[in-house]
């Protein structure tokens, strides 16, 4: 039978805090993390975003780093993510030698790259951060300093990256070729990607209403989130946060930023993940949306939900309006989310939610709510088609 | 011809990167979407930007983009009627 | 679980040499530190309205895909992996650059959603109509391996799975290639990249290329090779690296003998060169010993020319003398092991058996 991956520790760093117990708070509590940008250097500060609310400095002295780190934002977020992750799982200095590390980024170090750019060929100063810009220096980083020996790699696959982690994680596991892994991912607010997706003409200027006929843009935002999966049998009675009962990947080969009208890489992303699970579709309890809030993507979910349930499409909610889209992190994030929910038997809320999609008609859940939760379905989606969706399940004695 | 109409051709093939197109390739009532010449949605956000840069009009919904960019003459059309450049 | 015996029928590659070429004796020569890709002629491979947005990574992505797919038989492949260091660098630069420019204003969208890193995964996707699995990896010199490691992972899982298209671009841009040089990852002074493995110095020099694979269970007389396993690995020193490929092969069940062949990742780097040559003396001494980077170039995904040097080695049965480093001859190789880093980071092994 299939029993799923075992997690045993979380960690989270976003716009709702600095750690999982701050972040359940703030989404117990309805609490939004959205906010306008401090730290974040931009022209367009009108933009809402998920902005963490601490400054590089700030976290590198959490980290104990010297002056000269070549720590981008990202990679601070993932270390202090991922860090909490392990001290959770209570890895000791022979388990990380073995253990691996599999993050998703989009962005890696851009945000040191676009404000170096420009000096690189008349200054010497900065150059450090050369190599930085590029995914897997990020990953390799955050490897180091955790010191996890195991095998090493880099998902990017835009905003289903971390989820891509987490689902590779799970299968190295599965076929016997790692005991632990940390899997999940981070991304950190740039210019790159805020001028991106404003060109595209998906931003929102309000704070994001996912699900909304009237929602029209989605709100950015950054931080990082990490699990550690671990085999069975190599447990020794460690308290266990949940499992991973199911994943599944598919393109929707339709267009490079939009999704399909039938949302098929959605439809076909969640029936994989169903069957590996062995689930049908009505043991889903609650979905976590990727609810982006942006025209397109909620209406193609939607009618992935509908194709794939029915009349009976599960409770759902996207978190998005907590956290904003964290992109890369996205996954990751709301992995945490998920198996917090599942620990507390609570549906976090959709928040800004009022009228439901004149095409579906389907109301995602707007307040918290208490309900007994077996399997938990999490969808990341992002560009160049590729969808991801997990399970996650209750671990039953 | 007009010179506007002119303009927007070079416009199009320019920005767009249609390299393979002469001025005359393009004609004025000819759809520029779908079966037409085979521009897309990202080619929409992207004449959104030059009607702003070159024309000074703002178009905040991209849904209006395919309508007003249907062909050359209504591009020219939309373009007289509300130009602030 | 046991590895499934996963064939290669498809190859492909695109890189500062003409095609088949090296084996031929002629080898294409350079006087520059960054030297760019063969131009082939994509519109035959891709339609014009997609082939103009696209920047040469993309193009040569795709064309490389197709060309190993056409050659396996293939015409839509059940997953899409691929592998690239350092992504759409051109489209990066140009929508920076913009950024940077007009200060956050006025910007197109097509160089931002262009530059992502799964583009070309996204667009083989798209192009092929293929809904089937579909990953980028972005990890270094270590990202087509991680992807040889995916696909063995699917095949595992899915013995049913027919055919799994896998492959590594990245190509040049001017700004972040040039970084590569202000970060001294490049010689100093310009050099004929036939002295590249001869002088003592720093840096190396870099190029781009695509090379595609098409993987199946089934064996034809297409096949070029096996893939009988593949490692990435942390390493400190050389002696580490030694000690990784003994246990790594003893775990595969062969010893140090059955390898027939190696192809080496020595870049003319002398910083980073010593974890080859300590291999060189030491391990594979005895073996036969081929470079290919004084050819190619280093870039995050070059060992996919090294995969595809394997494969035709195969085919051919003999080594184009430009590529060896050692006097130690093998006609026929049956056993052929790829070892590759860079700057002293994410070590790879890969090893090949003949059909």
Known sequence: MNKGIVVTGMGIISALGNSVAENFSALTAGKTGLSYPEFFQTNHSNLPVGEVKFSNEELAGKLNLHEDHIFTRATLFGTIAAKQAIFQASLSKDDLKETGFISGTSVGGMDATEKYYQEYEEKTGQRRFIQAQHPGFTTSQIASYLKLGGYVTTISTACSSSANAIMLGARLIKTGKLKRVVVGGTDCLTKFTLNGFNSLMILSEEFCKAFDDSRNGLNLGEGAAYLVLEADDVLNGKPVLGRILGYGNANDAFHQTASSETGQGAFLAIKKALEIAGLPPEKIDYINAHGTATKNNDLSESTAFLRIFGENVPDFSSTKAFTGHTLAASGGMEAVFSLLALQNDQIFPNLNFEIPMRETGLKPVSELKKKKLLHILSNSFGFGGNCTSLIFSKNEE | MSDLRTELKQSIIEQLNLEELELADIDNDQPLFGDGLGLDSIDVLELIVMLEKDYGIKLTDPEQGKEIFASIDKMAEFIEANRTK | ?355
């Not at chain 3, 014009?48 to 920047?55: H, T, V, W």
């Not at chain 3, 192009?127 to 391996?145: I, K, M, P, R, W």
């Not at chain 3, 880093?341 to 090949?352: D, F, T, V, W």
Request: with cysteine.
């Open chain 3, 1 to 355: 679980m046991k590895n499934k015996r996963l064939y290669i029928n498809g190859i492909s590659s695109i890189s500062a040499q003409l095609g088949n070429e090296v084996f031929e004796g002629i080898v294409t020569t350079y006087h520059q530190n960054i030297i760019p890709a063969v131009s082939q002629n994509y519109k035959e491979f891709i339609e014009p309205m997609a082939l103009r947005r696209m920047s040469r990574g993309i193009k040569m992505g795709i064309t490389a895909a197709k060309i190993a797919l056409n050659e396996a038989g293939i015409n839509k492949p059940e997953a899409i992996i691929t592998g690239t260091g350092e992504g759409c660098k051109q489209d990066t630069d140009k929508f920076l650059e913009a950024i940077l420019n007009q200060d956050e204003k006025l910007l197109t969208p097509t160089a931002f959603i262009q530059s992502t890193h799964n583009t070309i995964g996204g667009q083989l996707a798209q192009n092929l109509d293929c809904t089937g699995y579909n990953v980028t990896y972005t990890q270094n010199s270590a990202s087509f391996e991680s992807a040889l490691i995916d696909v063995q992972l699917l095949f595992l899982e899915q013995p049913d799975l027919n055919s799994v298209l896998v492959g590594g671009v990245d190509e040049l841009s001017e700004k972040t290639t040039l970084f590569m040089f202000l970060d001294k990852q490049l010689k100093e002074k310009e050099i004929s990249n036939l002295d590249l493995l001869i002088k003592d110095s720093p840096g190396t020099i870099t190029s781009e290329g695509a090379h595609f694979f098409s993987i199946s269970t089934e064996k034809s007389d297409k096949t070029y090779a096996e893939l009988i396993d593949v490692l990435v690995f942390h390493a400190k020193t050389s002696e580490d690296v030694s000690e990784k490929i003994l246990k790594w092969l003893q775990l595969n069940n062969y010893t140090i003998q059955d390898i027939d062949l190696v192809i080496l990742g020595n870049n003319g780097d002398n910083r980073f060169d010593y974890f080859y040559h300590h291999l060189q003396n030491g391990l594979f001494s005895e073996k036969a010993q081929l470079a290919y980077k004084h050819l190619t170039g280093d870039y995050k995904t070059v060992s996919g020319y090294a995969f595809w040097l394997a494969c035709k080695l195969f085919k051919t049965g003999s080594t184009p003398e430009i590529l060896k480093l050692n006097a130690v001859t093998c006609q026929n190789p049956k056993i052929i092991l790829i070892y590759n880093q860079y700057l002293g980071e994410n070590h790879s092994i890969m090893i090949l058996n003949s059909n």
